[in-house]
């Protein structure tokens, strides 16, 4: 099996390596709580680009926008700019399969409330615990689901 390392090319590694080293010297700054919420950083033309998880983050690093340059400068890193910009919130996909068998749980239970009720009541022509036994097979099928 090959590792993650000879999976991908040299540029990749370059950039992963200098993404490294750019959250090494911002971690001498930026405290580690918000550290934690930059996903990647590159430098660009002078830029650096600061990817973080939430426009909260966007307005927190503002603040320390001179700080961050001066550390940037003392490692060696041509910066004079800092673009921030914020990752798409990853959804994930709901499955509906996953959600049903909660409603189907409630469901089962008022089947089984719906037979107690018709087995308290006789209705006429002996239908009653018909229906009773029905709906108990019906609650038993959707807590099976």
């Given at each position: 099996m090959k590792t993650f390392?000879?999976?991908?090319?040299?540029?990749?590694?370059?950039?992963?390596?200098?993404?490294?080293?750019?959250?090494?010297?911002?971690?001498?700054?930026v405290p580690a709580n918000s550290l934690a919420h930059i996903q990647f950083c590159r430098l660009e033309g002078g830029r650096l680009r600061i990817t973080v998880d939430s426009t909260a983050w966007v307005s927190r690093l503002r603040f320390m926008e001179k700080q961050i340059i001066g550390v940037m400068r003392q490692h060696q890193f041509d910066s004079h700019t800092i673009s921030y910009?914020?990752?798409?919130?990853?959804?994930?996909?709901?499955?509906?399969?996953?959600r049903r068998p909660v409603k189907a749980r409630n469901g089962a239970s008022s089947m089984e409330a719906a037979a107690n009720a018709v087995a308290d009541k006789t209705l006429e022509g002996g239908d009653g615990d018909r229906l009773r036994q029905e709906l108990l097979k019906l609650a038993r099928t959707l807590r099976a689901e």
């Open positions: 390392s000879n999976l991908i090319g040299q540029s990749t590694k370059a950039v992963i390596d200098e993404d490294r080293k750019i959250k090494r010297a911002i971690s001498q700054i910009h914020v990752s798409p919130e990853v959804k994930t996909a709901v499955n509906k399969s996953v």
